[in-house]
């Protein structure tokens, strides 16, 4: 079992398109992207304890919160936006990979490690996206945009290894 719903690459026919950014935006396309936790769970015994089994997390865009300003479309802004995309993506991927190593004595402590792990995990991928596009000046910063560009690729080379704590 693994992530589903990622490793594709956006269009811009996923977006809405808006007339102008919302009040205080600074942004000419935003990417939400929500990360599930597993619908479905086994748990299996673990010597004598207990894990998690046969699950996928499940990465998906929010139409509501997809959208680009009429006009404002280009090519560097939609790779701006792949990034966001591809840090829900990688964040899913070690989602994942923290709670198929979670280990407890009794089904409740597991769902509460479980519960800890999703968590631990939004307030990574919030702060990630965050400092993405602070650093990057939201695509318009041209060197930083690349540096990231080129974090994200490794990682997602890496067996979509975990992208560094922000």
Not at 59 to 72: A, D, E, L, Q
Request: glycine share 4%; proline share 4%; with cysteine.
């Amino acid at each position: 079992m693994g992530v589903t719903g990622w490793r594709t690459t956006l269009a811009w026919t996923q977006f809405r398109t808006v007339q102008n950014a919302p009040a205080g935006v600074n942004e000419d396309a935003q990417t939400e992207a929500a990360i599930e936790a597993p619908a479905q769970v086994s748990i299996q015994p673990d010597g004598s304890q207990l894990k998690l089994a046969n699950f996928n997390v499940r990465v998906r865009i929010v139409p509501i919160g997809t959208w680009v300003v009429r006009g404002k479309s280009s090519a560097s802004l939609l790779t701006h936006e792949q990034g966001h995309w591809d840090i829900a993506g990688l964040s899913a991927h070690e989602y994942h990979r923290a709670l198929a190593a979670l280990r407890a004595a009794d089904r409740d402590s597991l769902a509460q490690q479980a519960a800890d792990a999703l968590q631990s995990n939004q307030t990574k991928v919030d702060a990630l996206q965050v400092k993405y596009d602070r650093e990057t000046n939201n695509s318009r910063n041209a060197s930083e945009q690349t540096r990231w560009n080129n974090l994200i690729s490794a990682c997602i080379r890496n067996n979509n290894a975990a992208l560094p704590d922000p």
